[in-house]
């Protein structure tokens, strides 16, 4: 990764957006694409890419690296469709939530041409969206996973692993597709799923008057973007469902603690979420 | 509420303590009594009483006002064996965060002396606990409840008020006591209850090196005082099973628009939980 390096960013918006932010605030060389012409001229007026457009063939066929901050499925029809633009070289990464069904689809795309395309997730984000919030403040103490395949090289690791290092993100990891997917059924979409259902079991309104910070910080990511995450619930439905399915089953054990009045119990349940909880915390 | 008012805290927990910082540092004569001599010195030291004892019969024969900021049913207890050394006119409350099973309790423990129990609940608070805590920042947007019977005055409410504006607090609702117990079930232990069951739901500990934010959020409260909690809960038992059964309820609907990939219900409840959320912003 040096600062000769053409990176292109496919879809400038809320992550697209910061990585090409910070890329260029270091130095690098960036361009953008976006459907949006809005976003790409906000973009440019920014400092945020030195070069951008809604399409442009030379745009990328000029890239050394490519992010796409895409939907998954969107950036998988983006590719089948433009495969045969990148350069002979080129390195390909994304942002999505979920992997195995994203890589494997793409990696038969590109099985045959002289790219490679390696998958990586950034674990950050916001309630809003759009290149206009685009920061690079959120990477840092954020956790940035990479899931390399069998068809990967140990360059495009070495590669990701820089990158993540220069946007400052606070860990890096490597994961294989099918434990990140277990592993974000968990940590990320049942934490959704949680919310959401928080929300759609109750509809008092005059609840906001009566509320403390655990409600508010326990539902703030029951805002959210409808299309994005249905498509990510049902590329990962399976972990999803298994995760929820033992998430009832602790929540059944608690409720039948209360129904049994059994302190001892409950109490225990609660010394376990305090201890495993205690991991979390992040390093001041 | 003038200045020469003197205030007694049973207590000096977090609560407690912040509410002995705030009027102290108001200019009001606050004393303070707690099991724990500990506690005792701190806040002698730091100003955060004038005086203070583990126990003191004339501290409380003193008192125009005392605030309880001990556990429900240890309050109930203290009142049972110190009501005789009220002083008449002397209005009493709590910060419990129940209210029905302790307001009936102790307003039968006082009716026949010239005394006024009048509870109120502050929705505020922090994953730590002690007196060394104390702090009157956290009553700033925070919510204060008062949950008067038809046994209490106009007087004792106008008080409360006049109290919690003192002490910053962003809103003053009042509640009959039972629905301030069906709020609380929903608002405050089922989003806790999610939380410890969340925790006890996985046991993986390398999980902290792949979760973003979002997770964070909604387990910070998964650090509980289980001695406090389990009594909480079972105070407010059946309001709590009802709420956690309404949870599952919508659990269970969104885990059926998985199975049957049914994308626009799921969508939906996305929406709503999108647009319930928003409610329930900080005013900035």
Redo the contacts between chains.
């Keep these: 990764m040096n600062k000769d390096t053409q990176f292109l960013i496919v879809g400038l918006g809320l992550m697209g957006g910061s990585y090409a932010y910070a890329l260029s605030k270091r130095g690098y060389h960036v361009a953008g694409i976006d459907i949006n012409q809005d976003s790409i001229d906000y973009a440019l007026a920014n400092g945020i890419i030195e070069k951008g457009a809604c399409f442009d063939a030379d745009l990328i066929r000029e890239a050394d690296v490519i992010f796409f901050g895409l939907y998954p499925n969107t950036m998988v029809a983006w590719i089948e469709e433009n495969r045969n633009l990148f350069k002979a070289g080129c390195l390909i990464s994304d942002v999505s939530g979920v992997k195995c069904r994203v890589v494997d689809r793409v990696q038969e795309l590109l099985k045959d041409l002289p790219v490679e395309f390696i998958a990586s997730h950034p ?3 916001k309630e809003v969206s759009g290149v206009k919030y685009a920061n690079d403040q959120m990477f840092q103490q ?2 940035f ?1 990479i899931t390399p395949t069998d068809k990967n090289t140990v360059t495009a690791v070495s590669f990701l692993k820089e990158f993540a290092k220069e946007l400052n993100f606070a ?1 890096i ?1 490597i ?1 294989a597709p099918k434990k ?1 997917d277990e ?2 059924g ?3 979409q ?16 005059d ?21 994005l ?2 498509e990510l ?2 590329l990962n ?1 399976d972990n ?2 298994r ?2 399915d ?6 059944q ?3 039948q603690t ?2 049994d ?1 059994d ?1 001892d119990t ?2 225990q ?6 201890q ?5 915390d ?1 390093k001041k």
Tied chains: 1, 2.
């Design positions: 674990m950050a984000g954020a956790n996973i860990n990891s994961l990140h592993m974000i968990y940590v990320s049942l934490t959704h799923v949680i919310a959401i259902s928080l929300m759609n079991a109750n509809d008092n309104p609840l906001v008057n009566y509320t403390g910070d655990s409600f508010r910080d326990l539902t703030r990511i029951a805002r959210i973007n409808e299309h995450w249905t619930f049902f439905k999803l469902i995760e929820i033992d998430f009832e089953t602790a929540l054990a608690l409720k209360l129904l009045e302190s409950l109490k349940m609660m010394i376990i979420s305090t495993r909880r205690s991991r979390f992040k």
